[in-house]
């Protein structure tokens, strides 16, 4: 008799599954990655199978059969993957292999299906009836004659002869056409931004990559590479190739990128050089056309996948490459649970299926650094060299303009005079980040986190950046009637407005979440800008991501240590990428380019290396001070998170989660905390965050300190997170 071991798509985390089931004839196509939906205890679940087994342990008689199986599963590899990922990231079954099923199949089992579209064909009757001199109506006859010179019509096409579904319905009954139903991919649009198409031939540098790819491909070294290139070096191209080789073996390939909106060119480069046999997958997709997306990979009709991180769990089977472009992005790692990291995940699934796993970045992470075999692409495609980055000190007088330094604006207008395109980067949004009362020092907090409310000038608003939490500007103190407020420091609102004054005529495009809050809002503000004669972008870390634009001829980058003041140790790690990343984007055109950074911090390594673009130096002096400090990659963190509306329940919890811990780990392992962070979204926090040289038995330990204490029955309101590889 067949077993089905099913893990029901129930998040509860004391549930210990998975659960035998027995599967009768009529299931008999059932495997590993089947949807069933399945009695439960008094409920019905949908639930994935992990396993079939022949027997159980427990007699048949006790054993229910599944109600039945739905449409589309997983495939075995892919519950494999999920089911480690909740295992590594400290997370429940349900939640590991949500992430491997069809786009919104969710816990109900009921995703979006399939577009059918009606068509029609003639029959041999048909044909006749018009030489016959049947009786036919207008629309009939027009519909027939449409029908025999093209063959078979699709319903929306016969609209166009005058012929609705009903005629058709009516033609069909009286035998003269043959209707039928067929599936139709909904397919999503692909819009590129100043990408170049064609097909270069490679240098040389760009051959000796891509022959590592080929021969790790081909299984005769290590499978995988880190490719370290300046932006412009040729990587995507490396890609491409890469890619038609995986396809030329047969096998397919996943391309993970970051966030896809900022990611436009690489998409599209992709879409034009494998056509049909691309399918995306990302979160702004109509539900319908994830899913066919989904379907097309699943069925082996599409063999490239391109995406976000989530795509790392695409249905591509065969696989013989996946490659993390920008590999140093922070949205590579999953902020909801299970908190994975898609860098980590792709490098499980490549060694599980003996693909390549190629991460490429010119600002590659310390950690890849260090364990990576890697190839390099040292300069630019076009041979142009990387433009000159002035540091500019502004922590002395700066005769400049507000938070802009005499220099910046001095180049600002020689652009002005001279023509071109300018990008800003200041990585905060807003008018300013705080306000105060001159009179009475009155701050402006949130009431629902601990951190200051951010001056939305147009929107004539106050807003949390953490929660969403809105109020209006205010006119006067509450506390004591003043007028007089401070609007202290600058977000790119206020600095766009100064750079409208500053570089009229030139138009200016601002470019951050807020801007582009519509739906391909960020890809039209960047396409904008890349038509422009000329102009100035100025934004967030995204006017620093994904494109590439030919005529920027300054770059500059404000209050470019403003990272470095966060408490963390990737910090320095993040400020480096920010500042090389801008830097290396610019200065492309004929008429080269020059960057300014305008910083607190000149003499800080992450500025000074990223300055002169030496990511190589960067890491050397990065890897040493991580050795020194005990960071990975000399050590693994967990992160354990507890949070309640009541900070006695939060502190409790944390001084309990501590406590159990410290009995449990050995002596080696680090303990820090418990340590408050800053309350949000009315929920206080504590953290405890797990120092250890053995990754395994510390993941371990938080695992069972915290099915404990979820099953701990005082313990709630408290809400338990675990981040394994904390970014
Ligand atoms: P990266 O991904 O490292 O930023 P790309 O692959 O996008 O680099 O290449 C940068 C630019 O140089 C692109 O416009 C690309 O078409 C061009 N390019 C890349 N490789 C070559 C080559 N071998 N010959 C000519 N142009 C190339
Ligand atoms: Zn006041
Ligand atoms: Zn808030």
Redo the contacts with the bound molecule.
């Keep these: 008799m067949a077993i089905a071991k099913v893990e029901p798509l129930l998040t509860t985390r004391s549930l210990r599954g998975p659960f035998d089931y027995r599967l009768p004839e009529r299931l008999a196509d059932v495997g590993v990655g089947s949807v069933l939906r399945v009695p439960f205890g008094r409920q019905r679940v949908v639930g994935v199978v992990v396993e079939v087994a022949e027997a159980s342990d427990l007699p048949p008689e006790r054993l229910a059969e599944p109600l039945e199986a739905l449409e589309a599963g997983a495939t075995p590899e892919l519950v494999r993957l999920g089911l480690w990922v909740a295992h590594e990231y400290c997370s429940t079954p349900a939640r590991g292999l949500e992430l491997v099923l069809p786009p919104g199949m969710g816990r109900t089992g009921s995703g979006p299906g399939p577009r059918l579209e009606l068509s029609a064909s003639i029959t041999r009757a048909g044909r006749d009836a018009l030489t016959d001199g049947v009786r036919l109506g207008r629309v009939q006859r027009a519909a027939l004659e449409a029908l025999i010179d093209a063959g078979e019509l699709t319903a929306a096409e016969l609209q166009g002869a005058g012929a609705d579904t009903q005629a058709l319905r009516r033609l069909e009954s009286r035998g003269l056409v043959e209707l039928r139903r067929s599936e139709r991919s909904r397919r999503p649009t692909i819009v590129g931004v100043g990408a170049r198409s064609g097909r270069p031939e490679l240098t040389a540098d760009q051959s000796a990559a891509l022959a590592r790819v080929v021969s790790a491909m081909d299984g005769q070294e290590r499978g995988e590479l880190l490719l370290n290139g300046v932006t412009g070096s040729g990587k995507t191209e490396v890609y491409l190739a890469a890619a038609e080789a995986a396809l030329e073996r047969e096998r397919g390939a996943i391309i993970l990128v970051p966030e896809i909106a900022l990611a436009p060119q690489t998409v599209s480069r992709f879409a034009a050089r494998f056509g049909d046999r691309v399918a995306l997958l990302h979160s702004r997709l109509s539900g319908g056309e994830r899913r066919d997306e989904w379907q097309r990979l699943r069925l082996g009709e599409a063999r490239v996948c391109v995406g976000p991180r989530s795509a790392v769990f695409a249905p591509v089977s065969d696989l013989g490459l996946i490659v993390v472009d920008e590999e140093h992005d922070s949205s590579y790692k999953q902020e909801g649970d299970p908190r994975y990291d898609a860098r980590e995940v792709a490098r499980r699934r490549a060694e599980q299926v003996g693909a390549v796993l190629v991460c490429g970045s010119a600002t590659p992470r310390p950690e890849s650094w260090d364990r990576m075999p890697r190839v390099d692409l040292t300069e630019r495609a076009d041979g142009v060299p990387l433009p000159p980055v002035e540091v500019l000190d502004m922590r002395t007088g700066t005769g400049g303009d507000g938070p802009l330094h005499a220099r910046t604006v001095e180049a600002l207008r020689e652009v002005r005079s001279a023509g071109g395109k300018t990008i800003v980067m200041l990585n905060r949004r807003g008018w300013s980040p705080y306000l105060s009362?001159?009179?009475?020092?009155?701050a402006w907090g949130c009431p629902e986190c601990d951190v200051s409310l951010v001056v939305h000038r147009r929107e004539d608003r106050l807003r949390c950046h953490h929660c969403g939490y809105a109020e209006p500007l205010p006119a006067a103190?509450?506390?004591?009637?003043?007028v007089t407020l401070a609007r202290q420091g600058a977000g790119t609102e206020r600095v766009a407005e100064l750079l409208v004054e500053l570089a009229a005529p030139l138009p200016v495009f601002r470019l951050d979440s807020d801007s582009a809050a519509a739906a391909g809002g960020h890809l039209d503000i960047l396409r904008r800008f890349d038509v422009a004669d000329a102009g100035v972008l100025v934004g967030t870390q995204m006017v620093g991501k994904g494109h590439d634009f030919p005529d920027v001829v300054l770059s500059v980058v404000l209050d470019a240590d403003a990272t470095l003041r966060f408490p963390d140790f990737r910090s320095e790690e993040r400020t480096f990428a920010l500042v090389a990343q801008l830097a290396g984007r610019s200065g492309r055109g004929p008429r080269g380019g020059r960057v300014l950074v305008q910083t607190l911090a000149p003499e800080a390594e992450a500025i000074r290396h990223a300055a002169a673009h030496d990511a190589q130096g960067f890491l050397a002096a990065e890897l040493e001070r991580r050795r020194a400090l005990g960071y990975p990659p000399f050590s693994h963190l967990v992160r354990l998170e507890l949070t309640a509306p009541d900070a006695r329940d939060a502190e409790a919890a944390a001084g309990r989660a501590h406590d159990r811990l410290r009995n449990e780990l050995p002596a080696e392992v680090a303990l820090l905390g418990p340590a408050p962070r800053f309350r949000l979204r009315g929920r206080h926090r504590r953290q405890v965050l797990l120092k250890a040289p053995e990754r395994e038995p510390a993941v371990a330990a938080v695992r069972e300190a915290v099915d404990d204490l979820a099953g701990s029955r005082d313990l709630r309101g408290v809400a338990i997170s675990v981040d394994v590889d904390p970014q």
């Design positions: 009362c001159r009179s009475c020092g009155r103190c509450p506390d004591c009637g003043s």
